[in-house]
């Protein structure tokens, strides 16, 4: 290299250089501009949830407002002038923006329009004049109070203008507020055109008296533009267009209210939401550009990408000075840069773990600090631990703040064995297993911690933890338990039975083959029967867990049904069975039962295994005696009684015998399973219901059921499960 000219190698690097860091520079402005798109989108969102909120609030005082005048109204056992104008006088206080009048309208039909005239007038309207329009069913205003000195005079039919006429329909026919389609009021068509508004009434029901006698309607009338052009640009600051629309009674779209901002530049976001307004809905319109809206259009990328180009020219410049003057300049820059780079990837890959961490991990996360408070918790922990603030002191308070237990549930956990406190000392643990119960979680929830010593800052140490909730897993593993004991046991049995009863009739056949006789024909004939019954024993078992497993998830379809006709179809089905033995036939009493709303198919199922328990728990020689009673108590539910004179339970198991697979031990042994009340208890239990068990006075067992019944969800028509049966 001559001296004076720099060398290739300087070139090159400054050149590489200055393309990188362009890149760089370059990508950062893109980066920062399409954030600032996403933030344009954010705050679009966010404006428009404002707005909606508004419009809803201000719509939700209109109709709270009409709905409170409607009530008073009905509350009056004679409504005269004077109480309507005392009713509505503090409406004139509540500013409420476009409303016109606030009126009494009373309905009339055409050969009873002078009667209810004079009516009213003898209640303190005597100048009252009726003006009909057409023919049919009228409704006239007979008080009107005037809220913005324009509204309408009493006498006028409101059923002249098809919007009006519907919404006084609908809101008679629902008995709630109702809104009408979008028109001009009758009082403003004498208006310029220029200053007439599309507008709106509302319209709620009054009834008086404890007979709910349907008196009339309060009617309150609102121009669209002065109702909601205050609100919407109060709410709608920044935005360009806001406009509010709903139908006419033609069924096309007009504008309520419409609001435009001059823009800075381009309209490039707009967004579109529904607006539930009594019983309609009417639609709202948002535009803007991103230029109007904090933070969504900046100089900042420009900038940030100018200085960086900038910043990477010097040092390009600088490169390649000092490549040309010492190759130590050219290698401690190319070092600086390299450690430039690693440490905002490092950064990056940082940031992107930590929001991994506190906003996508499902495990609850806590992290505290040496002297034992609260660094971090992220909502899953939160969610887990049942509080949603962290405890004021160190770990002494954390037994009573959270409430922590050990795995039986009713030990204190102490403080110094928590996983965190363990932790704290440099010990790592793992999978402790620990019981939160407190309000959040009054029936307890199993967790899993575990826990690790970790450097929070310059020597400090900390510890984080990794809550896990067990609860699910704990409760299915105890139910698979019990399934493979059940299924170790009763499936053993009869497949035992079946393989040496096989073994038989192979023998058997065989001796046939070689010319055996009659006694080994009738000896493979009692093996089949041996098989086949193995057979059914197996059947009954398996259809018992599915069953089971139904009882807890099949989708319900609950509906409104007799009882007594359930009831008794399942009586008539168990007392018909040929299976029952003679002399035994069972003595079932079904005394007055109401309905009740449950799914048909599972109620059937919990009745038809208490009865088939009642019947199958007798003892030999004995016929079943079963009593089947209901009431309804004065929540409105239905408690359903079935006793019987059986063997009856042991003392202490009333309440296991609803467990999954619990045999009770009276010393009587009985094929089954164990789940038919489990079965009962899970279906019970989804319909809202409980059950129980309890001796019956003079031998036998009493188990009760209770259902909503037809009080809670109010007439309905009757859906019948089949013809009752007659039973003694």
Known sequence: MRRGRPSWRATAASALVAVVGCALALGAGVLLHRNEQAAGDVQMDRRTATVVAAVQAETRRYLDTLRTTAAAAGAQQTLTASEFAEITAPLRLMKLAGSTSIALVVPAADDDVQRVQQTWRDRGAPDLTFSPKGTGDHAFSVYVAQLDGTGGAPGLDAMQAAAPAAALAESRRTRQVSVSDTYQLLVDRNLPAEQRQNSFVLTAPVFQGARQTFLGWILLGVRGRDFMSATLAAAGQDLTDLRLEADNPDGQTVAVAAIHNPSKGAIDLRRV?????ADSTWTLRL???????PGADTALPIAVAGSGLLLVLLLAALVWVGAAGRDRARDRVRSRTAQFVAEQAETKRQAQLLRAV?????????VVGPEGEFLLHNPAAREILGQSEDAAGGADEWQEHYQLYRADGATPYPAEEMPLVRALTGESVDHVEMVVRNPDHPDGRMISVSARPIDIARGRRGAVAVFHDITDRKRVETELRGFAGVVAHDLKAPLTVVAAYAELITEALDDLAAGAGAPTLEQARRGTAKVLHGAARMQRLITELLDYTAA?????????????????????????????????????????????????VLLRQVVDNLVGNAIKYTPPGQAPRIDITGRTDEDGGVRVRIADRGIGIPDGEHAAVFDSFHRASNGIAHPGTGLGLAICRRIVERHGGHIDAGPNPGGGTIFAFTLPGSVAYGPEPLTPISEPATVN
């Not at 008539?572 to 009493?589: I, K, Y």
């Open 287 to 293: 535009a803007a550009g991103r230029c109007d809206l």
């Open 552 to 600: 807890r998830d099949a989708t319900l379809r609950v509906e409104r049904l007799s009882l007594r006709a359930l009831v008794d179809d399942v009586v008539t089905t168990r007392t018909d069975s040929p299976d029952l033995e003679a002399g035994a036939q069972p003595d079932v009493f079904v005394g007055p039962l109401p309905d009740v709303y449950a799914d048909p």
């Open 273 to 277: 939401a529904e607006v539930p307004v």
């Open 358 to 366: 506190l906003d996508s991990i499902s495990d609850g996360v806590g």
